[in-house]
């Protein structure tokens, strides 16, 4: 289901256990978002996006515009 996010690590030569250590969970839990077994939580999908230098909307695939929209900035 979230097939993105496994493409994204793959091009980035990235093991699983890798993106599991970014996001400070296990590999089990990592390998389970990539399934689709698991929804990702909000706060690693900022990770990742942030990682990836992309958008949620593409993770999830609402978009084919791999750059990330502009960053908001709050006072």
């Known amino acids: 289901m979230y097939y993105r996010i496994r493409n994204l690590r793959d091009d ?8 599991a250590k970014i996001l400070s969970i296990s590999q089990t839990t990592y390998s389970r978002y990539e399934s689709g077994v698991l929804d990702i939580p909000t706060e690693a999908l900022i990770k990742l996006a942030k ?4 958008s949620i909307d593409y993770l999830l695939n ?13 006072k």
């Open 12 to 19: 980035n030569d990235l093991s699983q256990t890798d993106m």
């Open 51 to 54: 990682y990836h230098n992309t």
């Open 62 to 74: 609402l978009t084919n515009q791999k750059t990330p929209y502009p960053r908001a900035s709050y």
